[in-house]
T-cell receptor
Framework: DARVTQTPRHKVTEMGQEVTMRCQPI?????VFWYRQTMMQGLELLAY????????DSGMPKDRFSAEMPDATLATLKIQPSEPRDSAVYFC???????????FGDGTRLSIL | AQSVSQHNHHVILSEAASLELGCNYS??????LFWYVQYPGQHLQLLLK??????LVKGIKGFEAEFIKSKFSFNLRKPSVQWSDTAEYFC?????????????FGAGTRLAVHP
């Protein structure tokens, strides 16, 4: 059963440190999404890519967040420098062409102290 | 702006009770509609989806949802809930524009089912 794989599953670090989260989309999926989930804000779309090109990153704080797809099998989300308010669960999802549902990874639970 | 409203933030039911979770969206064009479920500590899983055709769609685990276009609604139902249905449920809408399946999620409804 194909799955979206995210690493790490958990990350605890001090504020000011760089954080890198990785996502391996399902093989053959050409659209990748990054979401952030918090109790207060719920699920927020941060950015998404189609065929490795960024389509929309308007949900992402530009000064400290960056998202890339170095190749079709890897998407990264970086926070530098990290702040306590970045503490959340970050989900990656992938899908095929339009009209296909998104498949979610298990998430990275990030805690910034 | 496009938005999705889930009216119930928390729902508490006893086993065997019937469930209906409301979802309304604001978008005048064609949409694809989804319900996702998130069990405690897990990722979101697709429960059911509507793209076109019969507005009453059936999903996994006995769930169904009805798309009422005139009301911009896509309510989730289950005739008899089980303790294992305790989870958070998210309604999501994909406005069809540009061919990209960007989802707009509702705030979620936390369902607690007591034995």
């Amino acid at each position: 059963d194909a799955r979206v794989t995210q690493t790490p599953r958990h990350k605890v670090t001090e504020m000011g440190q760089e954080v890198t989260m990785r996502c391996q989309p399902i093989l053959g999926h050409n659209t990748v999404f990054w979401y952030r989930q918090t109790m207060m804000q719920g699920l927020e779309l941060l950015a998404y890519f189609r065929n490795r090109a960024p389509l929309d990153d308007s949900g992402m704080p530009k000064d400290r967040f960056s998202a890339e797809m170095p190749d079709a099998t890897l998407a990264t989300l970086k926070i530098q420098p990290s702040e306590p308010r970045d503490s959340a669960v970050y989900f990656c999802a992938s899908s095929g062409d339009s009209n296909q549902p998104q498949h979610f990874g298990d998430g990275t639970r990030l805690s910034i102290l | 702006a496009q938005s999705v409203s889930q009216h119930n933030h928390h729902v508490i039911l006893s086993e065997a009770a019937s469930l209906e979770l409301g979802c309304n969206y604001s978008y005048g064009g064609t949409v694809n509609l989804f319900w996702y479920v998130q069990y405690p500590g897990q990722h979101l899983q697709l429960l059911l989806k509507y793209f076109s055709g019969d507005p009453l769609v059936k999903g996994i685990k006995g769930f169904e949802a009805e798309f009422i276009k005139s009301k911009f609604s896509f309510n989730l139902r289950k005739p008899s809930v089980q303790w294992s249905d305790t989870a958070e449920y998210f309604c999501a809408v994909n406005p069809i524009s540009g061919g990209y399946n960007k989802l707009i999620f509702g705030a979620g409804t936390r369902l607690a089912v007591h034995p």
